[in-house]
């Protein structure tokens, strides 16, 4: 049984330039999303992090580069070393004058072993609420003001 793809909307009081820079640039990338080992906007380009569950459990995060329009979308590979599944995370950013709404979808995390309550449907859609919806909010609004 396949579950349907999580999805997120936020509205940034931000060009589409200031959302694009946040979300391929590595050390802006490192302020409000994860530290990732490198980033280059390129399909292909691998990357990892690590992300800790709330037990302190680490989780090595390995990730590639799928699909790249310029200011427009990014998409790439989301899966877990030592883990089965396989996932996509893809950001679309829309223009909407003075603001930016950018779109995360993220599908594939039936894919995960559902024995594993870090891979609950609850905890994706609680962690991407807390990037999206306040981490990149306040790293967006703080950068308006420098």
């Known amino acids: 049984m396949s579950t349907a793809p999580f999805v997120i909307e936020r509205t940034y009081n931000a060009p589409v330039s200031k959302i694009w820079e946040a979300i391929t640039g590595k050390d802006q990338m490192k302020r409000w999303y994860f530290d990732v080992s490198a980033f280059k906007p390129e399909p292909g380009f691998e990357f990892q992090f690590v992300g800790e569950d709330p037990q302190g459990v680490k989780y090595v995060h390995l990730c590639k580069v799928i699909e790249l329009v310029f200011e427009k979308k990014l998409s790439y590979s989301w899966r877990y070393q030592g883990f089965a599944g396989h996932s996509v995370v893809t950001f679309e950013l829309f223009d909407e004058g003075k603001k930016t709404r950018l779109k995360l979808t993220h599908e594939g ?22 990037i999206i919806g306040k981490s990149l909010k306040q790293f967006i609004e703080q950068s308006n003001t420098e």
């Open 109 to 130: 995390l039936d894919s995960f072993p559902s024995n594993n309550p870090a891979f609950d449907q609850k905890n994706f859609a609680e962690g991407w609420a807390y």
